[in-house]
């Protein structure tokens, strides 16, 4: 019997649609093939709006985490909020076929582009999407106009140790209560959504595929990034020192903004961003 064959799908997908009901009602949604499977993507905005396509964190599974910023954002862009291929959500893998590379992941993302007709968008992402986003910039640039990064991993810093043995001891055969207390103690026991953390609680045990992970981009790489980057980083965040991603950002990335979200940990991002937070990054974006 498989994991899919045991897990609670039924249950993990009517948490996701609770979350995406905090969505605006004008939202469609797409199912987009690519070398790697059917991505699902949520869409709200204007048809015509210039388009802004944005990638979940790893630890804030499914594009459904954008739910406090997709009203705001998608006012003047036509939003596009993916789930990750073979990540919890609702985009399908191929069998035996997974992005196992990061010349994979920019296949992945070449082919999504295309299939939803975007010549060029901008693009942002949480934690871990925010890492894909800036390694898809550095590979394909003239397909990304600005790039947003969501207190990013593993793009300027290393993570802190702590976080790294706290990650482990949930990710070895997760549960929901693991999950639950990995959280309580990474945002500092913060008040969170119950229902954005039932979502994250039901992705536990998710038959997902490994995820592909490489080393921070090199230096010369991203001094060489010649487009607009905005790095918001959370300032209670216990996944890495925000101080040092925000000084590492600065001095390596040439046309960089960066600025730190107050009284908010890494995970509790991006459904519990502070107020403002949605109309900052539609600012820099204008």
């Known amino acids: 019997?498989?994991?899919?064959?045991?897990?609670?799908?039924?249950?993990?997908?009517?948490?996701?649609?609770?979350?995406?009901?905090?969505?605006?009602?004008?939202?469609?949604?797409?199912?987009?093939?690519?070398?790697?499977?059917?991505?699902?993507?949520?869409?709200?905005?204007?048809?015509?709006?210039?388009?802004?396509?944005?990638?979940?964190?790893g630890g804030s599974p499914t594009s459904a985490s954008w739910y406090r910023q997709a009203a705001e954002l998608s006012h003047a862009h036509r939003l596009y909020a993916v789930d990750l291929i073979g990540a919890p959500g609702r985009s399908t893998p191929a069998p035996g076929r997974h992005p196992r590379t990061t010349a994979d992941l920019v296949t992945w993302l070449d082919a999504l582009l295309k299939g939803l007709g975007l010549a060029e968008t901008d693009l942002g992402g949480h934690s871990y999407g925010a890492w894909i986003a800036?390694?898809?910039?550095?590979?394909?640039p003239h397909r990304v106009?600005?790039?947003?990064?969501?207190?990013?991993?593993?793009?300027?810093?290393?993570?802190?140790?702590?976080?790294?043995?706290?990650?482990?001891?949930?990710?070895?055969?997760?549960?929901?209560?693991?999950?639950?207390?990995?959280?309580?103690?990474?945002t500092g026991g913060a008040p969170l959504d119950p229902d954005w953390l039932a979502l994250q609680e039901a992705a536990a045990g998710f038959p997902a595929v490994r995820p592909v992970v490489g080393p921070r981009p090199k230096q010369g790489a991203l001094r060489a990034l010649d487009l607009p980057v905005l790095v918001l980083l959370a300032e209670r965040s216990r996944t890495h020192d925000p101080a040092r991603v925000a000084a590492r950002a600065g001095t390596l990335l040439p046309h960089v903004t960066t600025a730190t979200l107050p009284n908010v940990s890494h995970h509790a991002l991006p459904h519990a961003a502070p107020d403002g937070t949605s109309r900052r990054i539609s600012d820099f974006l204008l």
């Open 1 to 57: 019997m498989s994991a899919r064959d045991t897990y609670d799908m039924d249950g993990f997908l009517a948490a996701y649609d609770r979350v995406m009901a905090k969505w605006p009602t004008t939202r469609e949604t797409a199912t987009v093939p690519t070398p790697f499977g059917a991505t699902h993507v949520n869409i709200c905005g204007p048809a015509d709006g210039p388009p802004l396509l944005l990638l979940p964190g």
């Open 134 to 140: 800036l390694q898809y910039a550095l590979r394909a």
């Open 145 to 186: 106009r600005r790039l947003v990064l969501l207190d990013p991993t593993q793009c300027f810093a290393k993570l802190k140790t702590t976080y790294g043995l706290h990650a482990v001891r949930m990710l070895m055969r997760p549960t929901p209560r693991k999950v639950r207390t990995f959280l309580e103690w990474e």
